[in-house]
């Protein structure tokens, strides 16, 4: 169903100009609140004005009109997780492409990673995103800063003089610190600044040479496989380091049951653990790489179904925080390669929440849950305010039509990289309408 706004060149205008409008004729959602009845929402500039059912109909004089025609309004979405290639290797995405894609994906805020070349461990780094964020990206950008430099793990970068120029959190990107003094360290440093730390869980000595899950799959495949113990291992080491320290820590991608018992236990201590999930875990097992699909290769590995099943279960009993796209874009050369040998990586600001649809779809999750894992989750772990409707908050909303089918072309996503596990995969709702600080920023044509 195509979204259709009334009195169009009016509504541009204003938009442009941060005037009146008003979605009418919507189901309005907000999981911070747990809303969800028919209504409509009115903004005024770059905020919210007013909302409820009594605008479900009826629009303020003057007002542009959007009308939702029964489709979802709701915060805009939250990814934690979204590597770039700005700067250094912008072939595979920029800050602008990034945005386009997290847009049309419903994606209102990303939080960028200091996996680039150089890596952002200095402040005038964190500095030269935030300029280019402000000159070139539709959406908010945030950075998360190197832990360490240069992401080797063995020497800590400037916490508090990164927080200060604006680093959200601190992690050492896709790889994992081994030395537990370092991440002590870190932990114990990051604590006197209020600093998130955010760790991406996988030993390296039991990884490195590993394509995919070990297991039955793999062998069958004759493919090198990475077990799960290599990533319960560094969690398990890190909350009892997180014990030790009271530093806050954010298990960055967690894959498998084993993991999430150890951050379930944490949480009943009432240790300041969380954690997230890819909506590749959450949506596809390793039998999905099938004849070798290099699109297919991620890091962490795809697991088993039944570790699928259990993250979807996490997300369900809040014992997982939030849901991240883990957008990291390949390009061709190193993704059409043997499977061993390919990159790990795949897009995915464009698809999360269609992919995420069906697990609603499927009766597994509902969708306050599910949305509440990409909006107010997100926006409480980092500390801003966003991921709400409420009078006062910014106005960055979209609209969606959880029903539409569509199938996925890589060719015409907006990310440089195409590199889709979701590639022709047919997908069932589409985001309709992308709302930042009271701009439309993505409407489908």
Request: aromatic letters at 4%; charged letters at 20%; proline letters at 5%.
């Amino acid at each position: 169903m195509s979204l259709i706004a009334m009195n169009t060149k009016t509504e541009q205008s204003k938009t442009s100009t941060g005037k009146r409008q008003v979605f009418i004729n919507a189901r309005i959602i907000d999981p911070a609140s747990g809303r969800d009845e028919p209504g409509g929402l009115l903004v005024e500039g770059t905020t919210i004005a007013d909302l409820g059912p009594h605008l479900r109909r009826n629009a303020p004089e003057g007002a542009t009109v959007i009308d939702c025609q029964g489709n979802i309004l709701c915060p805009g979405l939250i990814d934690c997780q979204v590597f770039t290639g700005e700067p250094g290797a912008e072939h595979r995405e920029t800050l602008k492409t990034a945005s386009l894609a997290a847009a049309a994906g419903g994606v209102t805020t990303i939080v960028v990673m200091p996996d680039t070349s150089p890596v952002i461990d200095q402040v005038a780094l964190v500095d030269f995103i935030q300029r280019r964020a402000r000159d070139n990206a539709k959406v908010h950008v945030h950075t998360m800063a190197a832990m360490t430099r240069g992401l080797a793990g063995t020497e800590m970068t400037e916490i508090g003089l990164l927080k200060r120029a604006g680093a959200i959190a601190f992690t050492n990107g896709k790889s994992t610190i081994a030395n537990t003094a370092v991440m002590r360290n870190v932990l114990n440093y990051s604590k006197d600044f209020g600093a998130l730390i955010v760790h991406h869980c996988e030993d390296p000595h039991l990884s490195n040479d590993g394509a995919m899950n070990s297991g039955e799959v793999a062998a069958r495949l004759g493919l090198p496989g990475v077990s799960s113990v290599a990533e319960t291992i560094v969690i398990d080491r890190d909350v009892r380091l997180v014990e030790l320290t009271g530093g806050r820590y954010h298990a960055a991608t967690i894959s498998c049951e084993a993991s999430l018992n150890v951050i379930r236990a944490a949480k009943t201590r009432n240790l300041p653990v969380t954690c997230g999930v890819s909506i590749n875990h959450l949506t596809l097992n390793e039998n999905d790489i099938g004849p070798y699909r290099t699109f297919f290769k991620v890091r962490p590995p795809l697991r088993r179904e039944e570790d699928r099943v259990a993250m979807v279960r996490g997300i369900n009993n809040g014992d997982i925080d939030i849901i991240v796209s883990s957008h990291d874009p390949q390009d061709a050369d190193v993704k059409r390669r043997p499977f061993a040998e390919a990159a790990d990586g795949a897009v995915g600001l464009e698809t999360m929440l269609p992919a995420a649809l069906r697990l609603y779809h499927s009766g597994d999750l509902s969708l306050l849950t599910l949305l509440r894992a990409m909006t107010i989750n997100p926006a409480k772990l980092l500390g801003i305010g966003a991921g709400r409707l409420q009078k006062g908050a910014v106005a960055d909303l979209i609209v969606f039509d959880p029903s539409e089918p569509w199938v996925v072309n890589k060719d015409v996503l907006r990310s440089r990289s195409k590199n889709s596990p979701f590639d022709e995969a047919r997908l069932q709702g589409r985001v309709l309408r992308t709302m930042v600080a009271g701009e439309t920023v993505y409407q489908v044509p």
